[in-house]
DNA sequence: CTGGTTGCAAACTCTTTGCAATCCT
DNA sequence: AGGATTGCAAAGAGTTTGCAACCAG
C-alpha cells in the first residue's frame, strides 16, 4: 500500500479518499477485478472517480488490464511478474499461470511484441468429476 | 458458401438476403472482423439483422468468436482448425499464428480446458525497423 | 399461406467527459 | 490559497430486444 502511495506522490498526484479505497480495494482482491465489482467495493466512492483511478494507475505501471475469456475487462495490481490465468467454470475460481509461451512466439514470427495475452478457462480437477 | 447455407437448412433456418450477406462478408475478410465491419461492409442491411444473424452463426458452430489484444470482439468463419492471431501496430496486419500451448496447460493443471485465447500484438518485421 | 426473419426504434449496459464544488498539499 | 480531484449528471458507444411488416419455403 504504502509503496503505491510513495508512486502517486513522486509523479505529483494527491493522495486521496478515492485513490486510497481503489487501492485497498485492488490489494484485497485475490483475482483481478472488473471495473464494477471495484466499485461495488468501494463504498461512497462515485462509478466516474473509480474509473478515473484506475485510468490513472494504468499510466502509472501500478494496475494492468487483463483479458479473461468470458471477455470482462478486469484490472489486477502489478506486484509480482506477468503471468496468466485460468478460470473455472464450475466453482469460479481463477488461478495464476506459470507458462508462457511469448519467447518462442518471439522467434517464430519475428516480431516485437509489446503486447499479449493468453487465458484460459474450464473445469477444474475438482469440479470435472461430479 | 453453399456449405454454410446447408447448415442452415439443415437445422431449419431460413436462407435470407441478409444471412448470405454476413456469410459472403466473413468469406471475404482475410482477418477476424469487428461488428460494425461486418455491418459497414453489408449495404442495406440493418445493423440488428447483422446481429443477430452472428449470434446464429455462432450457436451453429459456422462463426467463432475471438479476442484480440486490441480488446476488441471479433469473428471469423470456422473454416480451418482453431488458430490464434499477432497484430501489428504499425501497419494493422493480423496474422494467423501456428502454435499453440493449450496441451502444456492441460498438462499443468489437469483442468478440462474449454476455452482459451492467445493473442499477441506489436511490431511486425518490416515495422519494427522504421 | 404462415412462421421465421427483418427493419426500425427504443431500451440497456458500459464507458467517458464537462463542470462546479471540494479536497490535498 | 490554488490547482488537482471529486461527484453529479449527462453524453457516447456498443449491444440487445419488442414488434409490426415482410418474405422464404
Do not use: W
Amino acid at each position: 500500500m504504502q509503496k503505491f502511495l510513495e508512486i502517486l506522490k513522486e509523479k505529483g498526484s494527491k493522495v486521496t479518499r478515492p485513490r486510497k479505497k481503489v487501492l485497498s480495494v485492488l490489494l484485497n482482491a485475490n483475482y483481478p477485478f472488473t471495473l464494477s465489482e471495484i466499485y461495488r467495493n468501494c463504498t461512497d466512492i462515485d462509478f466516474a472517480s473509480v474509473y478515473r483511478t484506475v485510468q490513472l494507475f494504468i499510466s502509472m505501471k501500478i494496475v494492468r488490464q487483463i483479458n479473461m475469456c468470458d471477455k470482462k475487462i478486469r484490472y489486477e495490481l502489478i506486484i509480482d511478474k506477468p503471468h496468466h490465468h485460468i478460470q473455472c467454470n464450475g466453482c469460479g475460481k481463477i488461478e495464476k499461470l506459470d507458462i508462457c509461451i511469448l519467447d518462442e512466439v518471439r522467434k517464430l514470427t519475428d516480431y516485437n511484441i509489446t503486447e499479449h495475452m493468453m487465458e484460459f478457462s474450464g473445469l477444474c480437477p475438482d469440479c470435472k468429476i461430479k
